[in-house]
C-alpha cells in the first residue's frame, strides 16, 4: 500500500460528488412533499440548508469511520487511515471534513499542496493525521 494520487483522488471525489448529489435531490424530494408540493426555496428555509450539510457530513463520515473508504473511494482502490494504519475514529474523521474545507477555500491549493509535499499528503491530512492510501486489486 503506498500513498495515492492527485488524479486517483480526484477520480472518486467526483463519484462520490454524484453520489452526494442523488442524497440531496432524495432529501429536496422530501421537503417539496411535507410542504404538498411546493417548491423549497433555500435561502429562506434554515432546515432545509441545516438537513443537507448534514447529509454530506454523514455520508462521508459514516464511510470513514465504519469502512475506512466511501463508495468512490473503493472504486478506485482507496482507503482512509490514521497514523497507525487503522480506520479513523470519529474524531479524526469530523477533523478532515472540516479541514478538507479549508482546503477548498484558496482555490483548492490544500488539494494541490499533494504534488509538493514530500509525503503526498493534503493540508487535511496533515491537520487530521489521516491519509488516504491506495491497495492493489485483491488486498483489503
Same mark, same amino acid.
Given at each position: 500500500?503506498?500513498?495515492?494520487?492527485?488524479?486517483?483522488?480526484?477520480?472518486?471525489?467526483?463519484?462520490?460528488?454524484?453520489?452526494?448529489?442523488?442524497?440531496?435531490?432524495?432529501?429536496?424530494?422530501?421537503?417539496?412533499?411535507?410542504?404538498?408540493?411546493?417548491?423549497?426555496?433555500?435561502?429562506?428555509?434554515?432546515?432545509?440548508?441545516? =438537513?443537507?450539510?448534514? !447529509?454530506?457530513? #454523514?455520508?462521508?463520515?459514516?464511510? *470513514?469511520?465504519?469502512? %475506512?473508504?466511501?463508495?468512490?473511494? $473503493?472504486?478506485?482502490?482507496?482507503?482512509?487511515?490514521?497514523?497507525?494504519?487503522?480506520?479513523?475514529?470519529? =474524531?479524526?474523521?469530523? !477533523?478532515?471534513? #472540516?479541514?478538507?474545507?479549508?482546503? *477548498?477555500?484558496?482555490? %483548492?491549493?490544500?488539494?494541490?499542496? $499533494?504534488?509538493?509535499?514530500?509525503?503526498?499528503?493534503?493540508?487535511?491530512?496533515?491537520?487530521?493525521?489521516?491519509?488516504?492510501?491506495?491497495?492493489?486489486?485483491?488486498?483489503?
Amino acid at each position: 500500500m503506498k500513498n495515492t494520487g492527485l488524479l486517483r483522488r480526484v477520480g472518486s471525489m467526483l463519484y462520490d460528488i454524484l453520489l452526494i448529489l442523488a442524497l440531496m435531490i432524495i432529501v429536496t424530494y422530501a421537503f417539496i412533499a411535507a410542504q404538498n408540493g411546493e417548491s423549497v426555496e433555500p435561502d429562506d428555509n434554515f432546515i432545509y440548508q441545516i =438537513t443537507l450539510i448534514l !447529509v454530506v457530513y #454523514f455520508f462521508f463520515i459514516g464511510f *470513514w469511520v465504519k469502512s %475506512g473508504r466511501t463508495l468512490g473511494m $473503493q472504486s478506485w482502490r482507496l482507503q482512509l487511515v490514521d497514523e497507525n494504519g487503522q480506520r479513523p475514529n470519529l =474524531t479524526a474523521a469530523t !477533523v478532515r471534513f #472540516f479541514s478538507s474545507l479549508l482546503s *477548498w477555500l484558496p482555490f %483548492g491549493l490544500g488539494f494541490l499542496w $499533494q504534488l509538493w509535499d514530500k509525503n503526498q499528503l493534503t493540508w487535511h491530512d496533515r491537520i487530521s493525521k489521516t491519509k488516504i492510501i491506495y491497495y492493489p486489486k485483491g488486498k483489503n
